[in-house]
């Protein structure tokens, strides 16, 4: 019905329409033979050869289950498009999906209409429930490899990214089926600790490292002190052999060198913890490059015993299949590399840990190292394509307003935790600005104000295509129109009180079986995007592209607004009292509404409008 629309905005007009398409699918090598998947809102066309007539019959015979029909024998050797359309209009069964009387449209499309008592059903399953999405064909063990800062450096908005990246992907899979496990592959080890237990021991010589539990270094901030021992490291010679001594004891085993490094390790962990509350993950396993020591020992000996590596001017180097450059797994020094200790960790994870998924979130800087690994791995039989799925999920730089990279007015880093703050900040002005301090309590301000500061940092993030680079922007962050966290806050609020205000009791309604309203035109396009949730959630736990779920949401707030303006759920009398009338499967309707972004967002995060 709304054909002619369709060739700009292809996804709308198909969900206004709810029509369902028939795509026939080329088999290679089985030519001619003709198969018929059913999806619920593209609205491509997928073009297909012409059936020859020695397959003829069993084309048409896959196309209709119902082969009693008149229709599936008599096709013309060559068919056009519209007459392959034709054939399966009429071939189409009888089902409580779709109305009778399919037609052809356009060059070859065949819409069909979706039955309001499906949709009804539908939807009082989602209220009942809530919205579901199917579960993932093969599920899978997956590992997430997410977040993952570096010891006594700033973990920066990269970091932030990476985080709030991968914990979508994270809630997202698990919500299909899969078993995720959230690993942070902290930067945990290397020649720096050589410096920073060198430095430790000037700077706090009286200081027991042995108390039993440790003691907390008395460390504020251990950025500056990791600037500090890299100035001592760069122009004191007698410091830098001690920095050196220290990275030989610690690559030892040295009992007081490793307690060091383990204190130091603590401050960052506590500095990475209180950011991950703030941002409510959990879960997050730590497993830093250090765990690995004697596995990248072991991988470097595997490979070598398998002929592997080859010398290199006294480097050990290895070359994957296909890639321009090698990766080094051993340094002139015999030391290793972010190369091996990556080797080490994807061995761990497929052939130890048997996870069939390894989910890499770390910048797109990082994809020709990630892409080596992948194929150094292969290279050495870790994995199998047609087993495991590993894969990087990259994302492009942080930039600030002015299109540069993200730093402060200074030039120097954002901490995050600043950016944190000045995040609440903003959102408690916000507030106060609409004078909400009036209307909630301090507590329930204050709740108000973490929802917007830490859901709009996330949403801002999530909502933008990941691959691309991401302009960081408070203004932007906390408009209250547009795709943003704000008015989808707002939304949801107000979609909410309407049950409210109205005195509906939505689950004894829903019980009792009353039904959705989808008499008004409005009313049936809202209900046709909700119903859209199971293939939105489904396409992103593939592609991993969680924009595409922020859109869909957005999308339902659009849809929503639209019907709210035309069709009124509470009948309201000239002095503003709630009248008698109240639209009962309205207010259903509204709630379904509701249900659909909250099952977008984690349980444990609602309030957080985190896609997923
Ligand atoms: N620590 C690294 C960095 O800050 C990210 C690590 C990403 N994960 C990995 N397996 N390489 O750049």
């Known amino acids: 019905e709304e054909r002619q629309d369709c060739s700009r905005r292809t996804r709308d007009a198909n969900h206004a329409t709810g029509e369902l398409h028939w795509r026939t699918v080329p088999q290679p090598g089985r030519h001619g033979r003709l198969r018929t998947t059913r999806s619920a809102s593209a609205c491509s066309h997928v073009g297909f050869g012409v059936v020859l007539a020695a397959t003829t019959e069993e084309a048409s015979k896959d196309a209709a289950p119902d082969s009693n029909s008149p229709a599936s024998t008599n096709l013309p050797t060559t068919v056009s498009p519209r007459d392959v359309a034709a054939a399966i209009v009429a071939n189409l069964p009888r089902n409580d999906v779709t109305e009778e009387g399919a037609e052809v449209a356009g060059p070859g499309f065949v819409n069909v209409r979706l039955r309001r008592s499906f949709v009804a059903r539908r939807l009082a399953d989602a209220l009942a429930r809530g919205p579901r999405a199917p579960a993932a064909r093969r599920l899978r063990r997956v590992c997430i490899d997410m977040s993952s800062p570096n010891v006594a450096r700033e973990m920066h908005v990269g970091h932030l ?264 900040r903003r959102a408690d002005a916000k507030l106060r600005e609409k004078e909400r301090e009036k209307a909630l309590t301090e507590e329930e301000l204050r709740r108000a104000r973490d929802a917007i500061a830490y859901g709009c940092m996330k949403y801002a993030d999530l909502s933008h295509c990941r691959t691309n680079d991401y302009v960081f922007s408070f203004d932007k962050m906390l408009e209250d129109h547009g795709n943003t966290a704000v008015y989808l806050l707002y939304a949801h609020a107000r979609i909410k009180s309407i049950a409210r205000s109205a005195g509906v009791d939505v689950a004894a309604e829903t019980a009792r079986g009353t039904s959705v309203s989808l008499a008004h035109e409005r009313e049936w396009r809202l209900a046709k995007t909700l119903l859209l949730f199971g293939e939105v959630v489904a396409r992103a736990a593939d592609d991993l592209m969680l924009h595409s779920i922020c859109e869909y949401m957005y999308d339902i707030a659009c849809r929503f607004s639209e019907f709210y303006e035309r069709c009124y759920c509470i009948e309201r009398r000239e002095d503003g009292t709630v009248a008698s009338a109240v639209n009962v499967g309205r207010v259903l309707l509204c709630e379904a509404t509701a249900a659909t972004p909250v099952a977008c967002a984690a349980p444990q995060s609602v309030g957080h409008p985190t896609a997923v």
């Not at 979508?168 to 410096?195: C, P, S």
Request: proline share 3%; net charge negative.
């Open 161 to 424: 990214r990476s985080t709030i990246i991968g914990e979508g992907v994270a809630r997202l899979l698990a919500f299909v089926g899969h078993e995720v496990e959230k690993v942070n592959h902290v930067g945990d080890w290397g020649t720096q600790f050589g410096m920073l237990i060198a430095h430790l021991a000037d700077c706090f010589p009286d200081y027991n490292y042995k108390t039993s539990p440790p003691t907390p270094l008395p460390i504020a901030d251990l950025q500056s002190f990791y600037r500090e021992s890299k100035v001592r490291f760069d122009k004191d010679e007698e410091f830098k052999r001690r920095a050196y001594a220290e990275v030989v004891r610690l690559q030892r085993g040295d009992a007081d060198a490793t307690r060091a490094w383990s204190l130091i390790c603590d401050v960052s962990r506590c500095d990475f913890e209180r950011i991950y509350e703030r941002l409510g993950i959990s879960d997050l396993v730590e497993r830093g490059e250090s765990f690995y020591q004697s596995r990248m020992v072991d991988v470097v000996r595997e490979l070598e015993e398998r002929g592997l590596l080859q010398e290199d001017e006294g480097r050990k180097i290895m070359f994957p299949p296909g890639r321009p450059i090698p990766l080094t797994v051993v340094k002139s020094d015999g030391g290793y590399t972010y190369d091996t200790s990556d080797l080490a960790a994807i061995r761990h994870r497929i052939v130890e840990d048997r996870r069939d998924w390894i989910v890499y979130v770390v910048d797109s800087g990082q994809g020709v190292h990630l892409e080596n690994v992948f194929a150094g791995a292969a290279m050495a039989g870790w994995y199998d394509l047609e087993r495991e799925r590993v894969q990087h999920v990259g994302f492009g730089v942080v930039l600030g307003d002015d299109r540069k990279k993200f730093k402060t007015r200074s030039g120097a880093t954002v901490r995050l935790s600043d950016l944190l703050d000045e995040g609440v």
